[in-house]
């Protein structure tokens, strides 16, 4: 009989790296949860770290399973444990139903089906945790290099943080000595490439258990891609195979490699076999194959590969330029790379031959660049160019960049829902989830289509693509990063519209940790903003907004710089600051909710004939853009005194945003202005008090403002005041300048307007 023994962990070392994930991972309720890595994974470590804050623990090994145990059953070597251990182990929890077991295995294999594990992969350390025991121990080391070396295996870097320098002869040493060893002299060519498949293993003349029995020894693990799962050998086993058996041509099979994994559809490891051959042709094959999903599941680890590439070689590589400019884009210390990155691309995508496909894709390219850079019109035409050539593709062409097809329409819609061409990106949209390959990309894909509709103002519609997109169990991982981001936002929005402000900033504050890096940003920011608006804390909010605006910078398309305005200046005239307000001016192409917005300044302002004028050039199409227009049309008619009129504009304004179950286009309105509505307002009016709120006009400003009544000749005036004609220029300039107008007949009607005037003093 074995006996059950407890213990009791030491406490953490302090150079120990706290891990969150892998912690939760382990306090889960689960009964069962095996950690699978590698020898120098870091899971018996990991076992020690959880078990400190746990009591009643028994430690067991392989050979020596306890026929009793506390609470928690711990075995740090479970590969060894056999058929007797295993029931002796179900014997255990079959007597004690809350048992939790514990176990560190080297292979998910060594693991009986029937324990119904829950099995955690991904021991490794990320480049930032790299970085970050680095920067513990007050190592210099450059922390993407020791990643690149090591693999992320714990072991290996601690290793290799002991060191000075990262010179590759003298990591590979440091690496060497570490276990399991060397591979026999037999297998040396399966220890050159980083990543292997069992078919590669077969091309290079391995033998066809080579992996199963690389893995159940220790010497490597399983790793998640884009396109294929690939095996790889720790560092310390290739260089210790490389040590014991040095070989003569290394890049020939690294080339080799790279071919048979392209063919396979191993595209992270044909990227790095290709870069460490030095073939860009094979890299820019992989990215095409691998897509956004490769760059977002290995960015850090290819921006590293391909770092040694000169700028001027990638002029003839637009996609590896590409893809490198979105690593480094995403973050805000690498912007100014990824800026001569972009430049390199767009050169290269506009100037390199191409047929069909191959156009429809450098098109596409071009119009990523263009809406990242903020340059020409912000990818619209290249992404419609580019979708036009996608959609009259022959069909081996089509069948040949299928895989393809979803990233490609999803990112021509992107481009079209940033330059403001709603009917074009909802289509691209379309497309892009009846050819997406991938669920994230499905996501991506309601979201756009539920957040233009949102926006939009058809609620009815949006609401529908957002509980088409959440019939499917989406993890928050997924949800509340780039790919749900647009989904939030359309749920933020009808929540507004229905009063729900709780469930609004729910939903923007999910998506709020992405704000520095996403590109929907501005969209993210106006939906911020608007309900800071709701809320009665439109002061704050604008302080807030404009802090996030300053530090994003200004490369964004016309559409979405002018949705910044337009935003900047609801929050100006909701927090009572009618001079920032003031600086919101028309602009020729503005979108219809951008000139209405720039007229209700000139409400606020008492300029009513010109905000009617802009009213009237407007060609509103979206449920929002009927009802805002109809909205400030009555408001304005009833400040000129046509009564009758106002109440059919009322009307109309009503009818369209009870169709819809609009309350924001009222958002704005003053408490007198909303009478006009049969509308419940369910927010309070703005606090910056009533449109048209008096200026503080000086005296002189006074006695020129009633010289304007009697006369419009400046040097009559001069005369009656005993000033030079300049003088009273300058002064009528600044008086105009405070009453928003550009013409006497519109500072007077301001005048009158504010009260500055009695009605009659035009008469």
């Known amino acids: 009989m074995v006996s059950a023994v407890s213990v009791t962990a030491s406490p953490t070392s302090s150079t120990l790296l706290e891990r969150p994930r892998l912690m939760d991972a382990l306090a889960t309720p689960a009964p069962f949860v095996a950690l699978v890595g590698p020898i120098g994974s870091g899971a018996s470590t990991l076992l020690r770290q959880w078990a400190i804050h746990q009591t009643n623990v028994t430690w067991a090994s392989a050979d020596a399973i306890p026929d009793a145990a506390g609470a928690v059953l711990i075995i740090d070597d479970a590969d060894g444990v056999d058929t007797e251990g295993w029931e002796r182990i179900r014997s255990l929890r079959r007597t004690r139903p809350q048992l939790l077991v514990r176990v560190a295995v080297r292979s998910r294999s060594a693991v ?39 693999g992320g295996s714990p072991a290996a870097v601690r290793a290799v943080a002991q060191l000075k320098t990262t010179r590759a002869e003298i990591v590979a040493g440091a690496l060497a000595g570490l276990g399991p060893g060397a591979l026999d002299r037999q297998h040396v060519g399966l220890a050159i490439p980083e990543v292997l498949t069992h078919e590669l293993v077969r091309e290079l003349g391995g033998p066809t258990d080579f992996i199963d029995e690389a893995e159940r020894a220790g010497m490597g693990q399983w790793t998640v891609d884009a396109g294929h799962p690939l095996f790889v050998l720790t560092a310390p086993v290739r260089a210790a195979t490389a040590k014991a058996h040095p070989t003569d041509d290394p890049e020939a099979v690294r080339n080799r490699a790279a071919e048979v994994l392209i063919a396979q559809g191993a595209w992270y490891g044909a990227l790095v076999e290709g870069a460490a051959a030095g073939s860009l042709a094979v890299v820019d094959a992989a990215l095409r194959g691998g897509g956004m999903p490769l760059l977002r599941m290995h960015g850090a680890t290819i921006a590293a590969v391909l770092r040694g590439i000169h700028l001027w070689e990638l002029r003839r590589w637009p996609v590896i330029a590409m893809a490198q400019a979105l690593i480094y884009n995403a973050r805000r210390e690498h912007r100014v790379r990824a800026i001569e990155l972009m430049g390199i691309a767009l050169i290269g995508a506009r100037s390199a031959p191409a047929g069909s496909a191959e156009r429809g894709l450098l098109r596409l390219i071009e119009s990523v660049l263009q809406r990242l850079l903020g340059v020409g019109d912000g990818g ?7 979708s036009r050539i996608l959609r009259e593709l022959p069909a081996d062409e089509y069948h040949a960049i299928h895989g393809l097809l979803g990233d490609l329409h999803t990112h021509a819609a992107i481009s079209l829902m940033a330059g403001g061409v709603r009917d074009d990106a909802l289509a691209e949209f379309e497309r892009g989830l009846a050819t997406a390959d991938r669920p994230g990309l499905d996501l991506l894909s309601y979201g756009g289509l539920a957040a233009i509709n949102a926006l939009a103002g058809d609620l009815v519609t949006a609401q529908n693509w957002v509980d088409t997109a959440l019939k499917r169990p989406w993890p928050d991982a997924v949800l509340n990063e780039y790919a749900g981001c647009l989904l939030r936002i359309a749920q933020a929005k009808i929540a507004v519209e229905r009063n729900d402000l709780d469930g609004a900033e729910e939903a923007i504050d999910s998506v709020w940790h992405i704000i520095d890096t996403v590109e929907y940003w501005p969209l993210l920011a106006h939906m911020r903003a608007l309900i800071d608006i709701c809320r009665g804390r439109a002061g704050g ?3 807030r907004f404009r802090a996030l605006r300053r530090s994003r910078g200004s490369r964004l398309s016309r559409w979405y710089t002018r949705l910044l305005d337009l935003t900047e ?23 219809a909710l951008v000139t209405i917005g720039v007229a209700h300044v000139a409400v606020f302002d008492g300029q009513y004939e010109r905000a009617l004028r802009m009213l009237g050039s407007i060609a ?24 009758g009129d106002a109440a059919v504009a009322a009307r109309r304004a009503c009818t369209v945003a009870d169709a819809y179950g609009l309350k924001t286009p009222f958002l704005l309105l003053t408490a007198e202005d909303r009478e006009l509505f049969d509308v419940a307002v369910p927010w309070g009016p703005p606090a910056g008090g009533a449109p048209g709120m008096a200026p503080k006009l000086t005296e002189r400003e006074r006695v020129i403002l009633h010289e304007l009544v009697e006369s419009t000749n400046v040097n009559d005036i001069a005369e009656r005041l005993h000033v030079s004609a300049n003088t009273v220029k300058s002064q009528r300039r600044t008086l105009y300048r405070k009453l928003g107008a550009t013409s006497r007949d519109e500072a007077l009607a301001a005048a009158i307007a504010h009260g500055l005037l009695a009605p009659t003093a035009t008469g």
């Open 620 to 643: 509103a199409e979206s449920p929002e853009e009927r009802t805002s227009l109809a909205v400030l049309e009555a408001v304005v008619l009833r400040r000129l005194g046509r009564s």
């Open 569 to 591: 200046s609801s929050l100006a005239l909701a927090a009572g600051d009618h001079e920032a307000a003031r600086a919101f001016a028309p602009r020729g192409g503005d979108a």
């Open 112 to 150: 009986p089906a029937e324990e119904e594990a829950e099995f955690v992969h991904g021991l490794s350390f990320t480049v930032d945790e790299t970085s970050e025991y680095l920067s513990n121990l007050s190592s210099q080391l450059d922390s993407r290099t020791v990643h690149l070396a090591t």
């Open 380 to 386: 619209v035409k290249a992404a419609q160019a580019a």
């Open 541 to 543: 909010g604008l302080e």
